[in-house]
């Protein structure tokens, strides 16, 4: 799905990610595997934040298991990165997370990424149902249905 033409309207929830002066490389934009960071770094946060996630004691952990990223425009430093995010699917197990990334007030993403999380226990690292706290706060990012 070509996302591009995605507006900040799509995505239920936002986040300032800043660039860093080291995210650049030698052609003068922030390198791709940074906009990795960008999407880790905005659903992590979400789940921290809204308390469906205690990296040190939930019993159960998102291991990524697919990823990916489009570019559309580059981002340099000292730009300011508006990370929108969703869900595309919510399953029993699992989730997909969509982020578009928004230079400064642009109106279209500069990147649009995914990546799907499958939650296991933490102990046995075997597939897990999402607890129903998880569940909720992620049901309030689901995005309407898209038709093409």
């Not at 929830?13 to 003068?28: E, K, L, S």
């Not at 880790?40 to 921290?48: E, G, M």
């Not at 929108?84 to 989730?95: D, F, I, N």
Request: charged share 20%.
């Amino acid at each position: 799905m070509d996302r591009k033409n995605d507006t900040r309207d799509g995505y239920p929830h936002f986040q300032t990610v800043p660039t860093r002066w080291m995210d650049n490389d030698a052609y003068g934009h922030v390198n791709n595997v940074v906009y990795y960071s960008y999407f880790d770094t905005v659903v992590n946060q979400y789940l921290i934040e809204t308390g469906a996630l205690d990296i040190a004691a939930s019993p159960v952990i998102g291991l990524v298991v697919d990823t990916g990223c489009s570019y559309y425009a580059p981002v340099t430093f000292p730009d300011r990165v508006e990370a929108g995010l969703r869900v595309a699917r919510l399953g029993t197990s699992s989730v997909r997370y969509e982020v578009g990334l928004f230079r400064n007030d642009d109106p279209t993403p500069a990147a649009c990424g995914h990546f799907v999380h499958v939650y296991v226990d933490r102990e046995t690292r075997r597939p897990a149902p999402l607890p129903a706290p998880l569940r909720a706060v992620l049901e309030r990012l689901v995005a309407p249905a898209q038709t093409a």
